[in-house]
């Protein structure tokens, strides 16, 4: 709506509330202060061949500046910024990719034009390969490489964006984007938080905001539109509101808000260091998911006893090539070692379904489109169709075990027939190994995820030939419920309370501990309070989520008794339907536990 002329609108008037995407906690009130950059558009420029060679040394030289500046950002950083010194390190190895660098000098050479253009082609091409990929979080690593890229193109075409820390006030910083070292560089008390229009929580400046705790929203569409420099904003960086042009009375509210956060981040980081078992002295393992190895400081800052579920496949897809037996053993290795004597769950590669992959490496076999991709080829059965790519994978983590605590597991199995092909491989691959005499641990454990409704079915007898379970609900929910769990029109079905997936999960323990062997959870209900009361009360011996969830559900535990825990488990079994339990939930987490559910 426009504004009438003449008339001044009051302050509650102009006051407007914008919800995005909560990238890094914080609260912060301050001036907004927009960036607009400009676009840059590469202009054709035809060469003569004697122009070539200097081209191709300009192109490399403004390269070399951008690598040189990315190693010197990198530099100025403590080690305990772990995650975004692996961001910084992974911008430096694309700025030296070959589908990059090579690539833009082919094009100069073969279309004898300019840098900037050539960049552009070579950029474009890597964009479609991106943009084919499935996997929404490998999917966005695309704009990393763009960030660096563009950091090639300011360099060529000599026009730089000014530091963002220079900022003479304190500001909330309000642009399109920010690249992952932009943030690094708002290490500035100037600088109280960013709102960004593009990326989402995965993305890699949103994992460094989080690292440097700096407060951001990101994916509001529109900000650089609704928001002038010099406007007041309220950033919540919790929930993802951004106020514009806020009233007093929000301001004071939102400051007590950002009292109370600080109260409660105090009592939560107090847990990290304790013990995770109840009153009565009941240990339950509380671990960790990572996709990558740059999450490792929040295994860490989080307290988790371990990694429940590190899931490989972005080592597949972050390269240009299938990664080798050395690469994979080096990135295998440094979990182990880093973590020992803490246990390290890697899963086996878990291709296709929802995590379809077009093919991405220059060697990956393709995989055809699948009429139900989640029935299809994927994850073990992809792995069994391309034995070479899957014995990789097993040497690499045979040879690893001997670093630390390794627990390999082996997704999806359906039935005995499949599990004992896959222990077939592992057996050859560890002969193979100790015949030409490389080391394999003895106390290397192997499991398998529990997550398809046959397994939990053929419990009793799987249980015989793995050390360990642990049930995949995100899986197992989609699998019982017959809800396609990445399918929107569906979503409200997908119940992780629904009994029929709570009875699934008791007899997969029962028939586990019968076997005598320990059976972990590592599906998302692990991280959510609310769920993880129930299955705690369900007898498992592990709980496996996102680091950043540990302090809740492990206080949540200290603050139980196990005969209550059981009682509450058994009692949601008997229930109807997922309103049923939820109901009954209601009723009685409130006064089992005051503090977390006092207001459900
Ligand atoms: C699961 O299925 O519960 C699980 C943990 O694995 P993913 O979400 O990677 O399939
Ligand atoms: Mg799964």
């Known amino acids: 709506m426009s504004d009438k002329p003449g008339k001044q609108k009051t302050g509650t008037e102009r006051a407007l509330s914008l919800h995005g995407i909560a990238a890094s906690p914080g609260i912060v009130v301050g001036s907004a202060l927009v960036i607009r950059r400009r676009t840059r558009r590469a202009a054709w420029r035809r060469l003569s061949r004697r122009q070539i060679p200097r081209e191709i040394t300009r192109f490399r030289d403004a390269v070399a500046r951008v690598e040189a500046d990315l190693v010197m950002l990198r530099n100025q950083f403590a080690e305990d910024l772990a995650d975004a010194l692996s961001i910084i390190d992974s911008h430096i190895l694309m700025i030296r990719d070959r589908m990059i660098v090579d690539r833009t000098i082919d094009i100069i050479r073969e279309q004898q034009v300019n840098a900037e253009w050539a960049l552009a082609q070579a950029l474009g091409n890597v964009k479609k390969k991106f943009e084919a990929i499935a996997d929404p979080y490998i999917r966005a690593r695309y704009t990393d490489v763009k960030y660096a890229a563009d950091r090639v193109f300011s360099i060529l075409s000599g026009d730089q964006d000014k530091p ?14 920010f690249s992952p070292e932009d943030v690094m560089r708002m290490r500035s008390d100037r ?36 928001c002038a420099t010099g406007d007041q904003v309220i950033l919540d960086g919790y929930s993802g509101r951004v106020h514009l042009h806020p009233t007093r ?31 009565d002295g009941r240990r339950v393992r509380l671990s960790a998911n990572i996709e990558t190895a740059s999450e490792l400081p929040a295994v860490m800052k989080y307290g988790a006893e371990g990694i429940g ?3 490989s496949e972005f080592d597949y897809f972050a390269g240009e090539c299938l990664p080798d037996e050395e690469s994979l053993y080096r990135i295998y290795s440094r979990l182990l070692a880093t973590l020992d004597p803490l246990p390290v769950t890697i899963r086996t590669l878990d291709m296709g379904g929802d995590k379809f992959v077009e093919r991405m490496a220059a060697n990956l076999p393709r995989l055809d489109p699948e009429r139900n991709p989640a029935l299809g080829l994927r994850s073990i059965r992809f792995s069994l169709r391309a034995p070479d790519i899957f014995l990789t994978q097993i040497r690499a983590m045979l040879r690893a075990s001997v670093h630390g605590r390794l ?20 057996h050859e691959a560890r002969s193979d190994l100790l015949n030409k005499g490389i080391a394999v641990s003895e106390g290397l454990r192997i499991g398998m995820v529990v997550e398809v409704p046959s397994a939990v079915v053929m419990a009793a007898n799987l249980a015989r030939y793995v050390d360990f379970f642990s049930i995949g609900t995100n899986d197992l929910i989609q699998y019982t419920l017959a809800i396609d769990r990445g399918n929107e029109q569906v979503a409200k079905l997908y119940d992780p309370l629904h009994p029929a997936v709570l009875r699934l999960i008791k007899q997969t323990v029962d028939a586990g501990h019968a076997g005598g ?37 492990k206080r949540l535990l200290r603050g139980s008794c196990s005969r209550q825990l059981d009682k509450l488990g058994n009692r949601t079994l008997q229930c109807g339907d997922g309103q049923e339990v939820r109901r009954f939930l ?6 089992l536990y005051p503090e977390e559910f006092g207001e459900l």
């Open 586 to 591: 209601a009723e009685q987490l409130p006064t």
């Open 164 to 177: 963002l820390a220079d900022t003479g006030e304190q500001v909330i910083l309000v642009a399109h984007d």
């Open 407 to 426: 627990r390999i597991l082996f997704p999806m199995i359906s039935s005995l027939e499949e599990l004992e092909k896959v222990l077939g491989m592992v």
């Open 249 to 279: 009375d929000q301001q004071r509210q939102h400051l007590e808000y950002r009292r109370q956060h600080q109260a409660f981040t105090e009592e939560i980081a107090f847990y990290i260091h304790l013990s995770p078992e109840t009153m």
């Open 517 to 553: 062997i320990e059976v972990a959870l590592c599906g998302e209900m692990a991280g959510d309070v609310m769920t993880a009361s129930v299955l705690l009360g369900l007898g498992l011996d592990e709980l496996s989520m996102r680091p950043s969830a540990l302090p809740f559900v």
């Open 309 to 311: 579920l590190f899931r």
């Open 191 to 226: 600088i109280l938080g960013f709102i960004a229009e593009s990326g989402g929580v995965t993305s890699h400046s949103a994992i460094v905001a989080r690292s440097m705790d700096i407060p951001a929203v990101v994916g509001l569409e529109q900000i650089t539109s609704q």
